[in-house]
C-alpha cells in the first residue's frame, strides 16, 4: 500500500510532460475577414444576491448558438467587427422565488458586433433589442476575445505567458481593469491537440460595482484545425453594491464548443442586404411598458432597475458615476392635464414620487414635431437630505394617454445630463388600443 501511495505521490509531483519533448510549437488561430466559426456556449449560475437587505439564492442557465463571421480585425488579427445568427438565444434565472425567463426574438437574430471602449457593443440591423436581449447575448464571456490567451510566440509544454490586459477585460466582463494575475500554461501538446490552463486573479469595475474574480480555465486547441475547439471556464465573483446591480457572490461555469463553418445566414449575400456599420442610433435599445401601451428608446447609460405595470426607474450611469434617475409613472387617461395650473402639477408630482418640491422654477408645453403633447415641469427640490434639479415631463397623445417621466439629478451633475432626458422623452410612442370585437365566434 505505501509502494502504491508513493508512486500516487510521485506521479502527481512529476513535471508537465509532453509527447513533444522539448520541441517548441507554435499555437495560433488565423483569424482574417471572412473567417467563420459555429459557436455554442452553455452558461451555468449559482449564488446569492443581496435584495432589500436580504440575501436571496439565485440560479440559472443560458444557451447561446450562433455562426460568426468576421468583417473587420485590427492590425494584431483580433476581430474588430463581427456578424452573427443566433440559432438559439434564451436564458432562465431563479432568484428567491421569482423567475427570469428571456429569449431573442426571431425577428432580430442578425446580430452584428463592433468593438467600441466599452468592449464589444452587439445590436440588430432589424431594430432596437430590449435590455434583456442585450444583457443575454453581450453580458457574457466574449468569445471574439478567445483567441488573445493564445501565445504570441513557440512555446514548449510547462511555459508560461500572461493574459494581456484588454483580453482579460474583455473575458471577464470589466468596464475597468484594476489588478490582474491570470496566467496560461502549456500543460501538454501531442501531435492532435495542445491543452491550456488559465489561472488567475482579477480585480475591476462593472456598471460601478467592484469586481473580484477567481478563474480556472482549460482551452482545447485543435493543431489540424488550427483553433481553439473546446473552453471551459469556470469563474467565482464577489461584487460590492451599485446604482444599477446588487450585491452578490456567486460561480458560474461556461463550456464553449467552436468549430469551422461556412453559414448561409450570414453569407456575403446576406450582409450584403443590410447595414453592417454602426452609427448614433445602432446600439439603443427599446423600452416597451409591461401592459403594451407606450414605448421609447433609450441609450446604453441608462440601465432599468424597477419595472412594474404602472411605474418604472431607469438610472444613468457615467463609468462609476451615478448621473441622474428617470421615475416613469403611468398616469392615465386625461385630456385636460396639459392645461392644469402649476399649483395643482406640484401637487401631483409630489403625490407620484418620494421628492419633495421646493420650488417649481420652470412650467411650460414644449413645442414637438411628433403627435404628443409635451409640458416641463422644472422644480428645485430634496429626497431625503439631498438636494435635487428635477424635470418633469408630462407626454399625452391625442387620445389622452399620459405618462410622467421625473429625471433626478443632483445640481452639480445636470450637465452632464445634459438633454439626454429630451432624447428619451421626444421617442415616446404610444401604441392605439385595438377595439374589441363584437363578433362572438361560433363552433367549430
Known sequence: MRRFVSLIVMMMAAPVTSAWGDEAVTLQEPIKVGTEVQTTLHLVLRGELQVDKRDEKISGQALLSYP?????????????????????????????????????????????????????????????????????????????????????????????????????????????????????????????????????????????????????????????????????????????????????????????????????????????????????TSTLLLFEDPKNRFHFVHDRDWHVTLLEEDRAILRRLNGRDMIAQLNIHVIGD???????????????????????????????????????KIRLVKAKGKMGEIDLVQRHYIIQDNAGHQVLFSYLTEPPKEEKLGSNDLAVVNSVEFKEKKAASKTTPGPR
Open 68 to 280: 460568426e463571421k468576421v468583417l473587420e480585425v485590427d492590425a494584431n488579427g483580433q476581430p474588430t467587427a463581427v456578424a452573427r445568427f443566433y440559432d438559439d438565444a434564451r436564458a432562465k434565472f431563479v432568484i428567491g422565488k421569482s423567475e427570469d425567463s428571456r429569449q431573442l426574438r426571431a425577428g432580430i437574430r442578425l446580430i452584428v458586433g463592433s468593438t467600441t471602449e466599452k468592449g464589444l457593443e452587439l445590436w440588430s440591423p432589424s431594430g432596437p433589442l430590449h435590455a434583456e436581449e442585450q444583457e443575454l447575448i453581450e453580458d457574457v464571456l466574449d468569445t471574439t476575445q478567445l483567441t488573445g490567451l493564445l501565445p504570441n510566440k513557440p512555446v514548449k509544454a510547462g511555459d508560461k505567458w500572461d493574459c494581456p490586459d484588454a483580453v482579460e477585460k474583455r473575458l471577464c466582463d470589466l468596464d475597468e481593469l484594476i489588478t490582474s494575475t491570470i496566467e496560461c500554461t502549456l500543460k501538454e501538446v501531442t501531435d492532435a491537440k495542445a491543452t491550456i490552463a488559465v489561472a488567475g486573479k482579477i480585480h475591476g469595475l462593472n456598471f460601478g460595482s467592484e469586481v473580484k474574480s477567481a478563474v480556472e480555465a482549460t482551452l482545447t486547441f485543435d493543431r489540424a484545425k488550427n483553433m481553439i475547439t473546446l473552453v471551459e471556464w469556470k469563474q467565482i465573483d464577489s461584487r460590492s453594491p451599485s446604482p444599477v446591480s446588487p450585491a452578490g457572490a456567486y460561480e458560474v461555469g461556461i463550456k464553449i464548443e467552436r468549430s469551422p463553418v461556412d453559414s448561409p445566414a450570414v453569407s456575403d449575400t446576406v450582409l450584403a442586404s443590410v447595414d453592417t456599420k454602426l452609427n448614433e
Open 334 to 372: 386625461n385630456k385636460n392635464v396639459a392645461e392644469l395650473k402649476a399649483e395643482q402639477l406640484q401637487e401631483f408630482i409630489i403625490q407620484t414620487g418620494e421628492m419633495k418640491v421646493d420650488e417649481i422654477v420652470r412650467s411650460e408645453a414644449l413645442a414637438t414635431d411628433g403627435p404628443n
